[in-house]
């Protein structure tokens, strides 16, 4: 099994800045791609920001140059530094992860998620 495990969400004020961690653990090979979404309610859950394995990046428009993704293949963990936050960020925030097991292939893994609110 493989589990994420994020941290980092929290309660703060229009243009303060929060970092999201997530962990992944359990039988993994590799992991390919990392990625950040999130969901406001009464809203579809979107795409913040994805990583590669090799560290090519990708962004939601509405996150560019405001938030950074950043991953640390050692550890299989993934970041997410979120600056200058708006009121409209405020979700729940998910990752997830294009993991390859053992003579199961690659799965797609998602976290529990955490709450990011900002407040204005």
């Known amino acids: 099994q493989v589990q994420l495990v994020e941290s980092g969400g929290g309660l703060v004020q229009a243009g303060e800045t929060l970092r999201l961690s997530c962990a992944a653990s359990?039988?993994?090979?590799?992991?390919?791609?990392m990625g950040w979404y999130r969901q406001a309610p009464g809203k579809k859950r979107e795409l913040v920001a994805s990583i590669t394995s090799g560290g090519s990046t990708n962004y939601a428009q509405s996150v560019e140059g405001r938030f950074t993704i950043s991953r640390d293949n050692a550890k299989n963990t993934v970041y997410l530094q979120m600056n200058n936050l708006k009121p409209e960020d405020t979700a729940v925030y998910y990752c997830n992860a294009a993991v390859l097991r053992k003579l199961v292939g690659v799965n797609n893994y998602w976290g529990q998620g955490t709450q990011v609110t900002v407040s204005s």
């Open positions: 359990g039988s993994i090979l590799s992991i390919n791609t």
